[in-house]
Each structure stands twice: as C-alpha cells, then as structure tokens.
C-alpha cells in the first residue's frame, strides 16, 4: 500500500503492531548461505545440545532482517530509511518461535543534512510468542516536510 505521509503527519506515541512470522528451519538455512555464517550456534544440533541453550538458535542478523521486512508492509514515497541505532539481540530465538513487531514513534527531530526534512525516530521491539522481547532497536526515518523548516 503506497500511502504519502510528510514528517508533520508522524506523532509521538503511535503505535503499530505487525501479524505474527514463525522461524523456520529453512529460514536459518537461507540466512546461513546467503551471509556464510555458519557457526555451530546455527548449524549444529548436535554441539549445540552440549551448549547453554541445548538447540540451535536463529542469527541475530535473521531475526533483524525479518523484523525490517515484517515492518514495510506500508510504502511512504516521501520518506526513506536513514539507517539504524542501537540494535541489540535481547534473547535468543529458536527454530518454530513465532516473532511479532511492534514500531513505536519515538521522537521526531531535525535532519543534519536537509531542512527539507525531517528525522523520525521508531522504536522497533521484537517479541516471542511469549511476549519475550528478542530484539530491539531505533529505525531512523528520513521524511520530506511540506514545508522546509526555518
């Protein structure tokens, strides 16, 4: 769904919520090849029987990519991502966890590099089907103002 929305339309405090995705197996295996993480902390079912969590977990870097993507189901033509700040891999996620998003509207500041625009802030908290938080992190959103600030 492409839908225009200028840095005026954001507020502070509004909430969305994505569906729940649940971790596959094939998911690891995807991420594996594509990235060439291997670690037995992925791979390795057997090793990680002998390991603290005694089975395999999914890379931190699968569960940000598929929280990224669970999150643009919406196309804004007037904003784009600006990138991502602290990012942290709360807890682990397994094979068969079913993971939701939620994107809170965080702050809304001005861009360093464009009175044109502006920076709005979301923070993204990934949980488990147990309400766990897995991961959080800020999604720095750079978007065009109707009007030019200053």
């Not at 690891?28 to 029987?49: R, S």
């Not at 939701?100 to 464009?114: C, D, F, H, L």
Request: hydrophobic content about 35%; overall charge neutral; aromatic content about 10%.
């Amino acid at each position: 769904m492409i839908q225009s929305r200028f840095f005026e339309d954001y507020e502070v405090g509004s909430v969305r919520n994505t569906l729940g995705r649940t971790i596959t197996e094939a998911d690891l295996v995807i991420h594996a090849g594509q990235t060439g993480d291997f670690y037995p902390h992925h791979m390795d079912a057997e090793w990680c029987k002998t390991q603290p969590f005694g089975r395999r977990i999914a890379h931190g870097t699968l569960i940000f990519s598929v929280a990224v993507g669970m999150t643009a189901g919406e196309v804004n033509p007037e904003a784009f991502s600006y990138g991502y700040d602290r990012l942290r891999f709360i807890k682990p996620v397994f094979i068969g966890d079913t993971i939701r998003v939620r994107v809170s509207v965080k702050e809304k500041r001005e861009s360093p590099k464009s009175p044109s625009h502006g920076i709005v802030v979301e923070l993204c908290e990934v949980f488990n089907q147990n309400d766990e938080t897995v991961l959080a992190c800020e999604h720095l959103l750079m978007t065009k103002r109707r009007s030019p600030a200053g």
